[in-house]
Nanobody
Framework: QVQLVESGGGSVRDGGSLRLSCEVS?????????MAWFRQAPEKEREGVAA????????SYADSVKGRFTISKDNAKNTFYLQMDSLKSEDTAMYYC???????????????????WGKGTLVTISS
């Protein structure tokens, strides 16, 4: 069974940085999935933040985080990351990692749903 466990959330000041981690277990072929980060702020809809195709290393980002966030992976650790720099108060949210078959990364369809989800880690940015 696929399991995802996030870590790295916390509280930082405006302009600070955080790195979120998502440890993945249960896949037979770790090079064959789409990995993504989503976030949901209070009273707002869930938003797809970034995605990375494990097979091609192609990435996709929400316009709101381009140039500030970076998604990456460490195959040896079965872990993927979200490096968040220049954080703003509007980045405050619960962040979730998610995975799905590799094809979900194509054409941006990852934004509409993934198959497996972590339980979330809270990121709070204070001014």
């Amino acid at each position: 069974q696929v399991q995802l466990v996030e870590s790295g959330g916390g509280s930082v000041r405006d302009g600070g940085s955080l790195r979120l981690s998502c440890e993945v277990s249960g896949y037979t072929y770790y090079s064959s999935y789409c990995m993504a980060w989503f976030r949901q702020a209070p009273e707002k809809e869930r938003e797809g933040v970034a995605a990375l195709a494990a097979d091609t290393s192609d990435t996709s980002y929400a316009d709101s985080v381009k140039g500030r966030f970076t998604i990456s992976k460490d195959n040896a650790k079965n872990t993927f990351y979200l490096q968040m720099d220049s954080l703003k108060s509007e980045d405050t949210a619960m962040y979730y990692c998610a995975t799905a078959p590799a094809a979900r990364c194509w054409g941006g369809t990852w934004r509409y749903g993934m198959d497996y989800w972590g339980k979330g880690t809270l990121v709070t940015i204070s001014s």
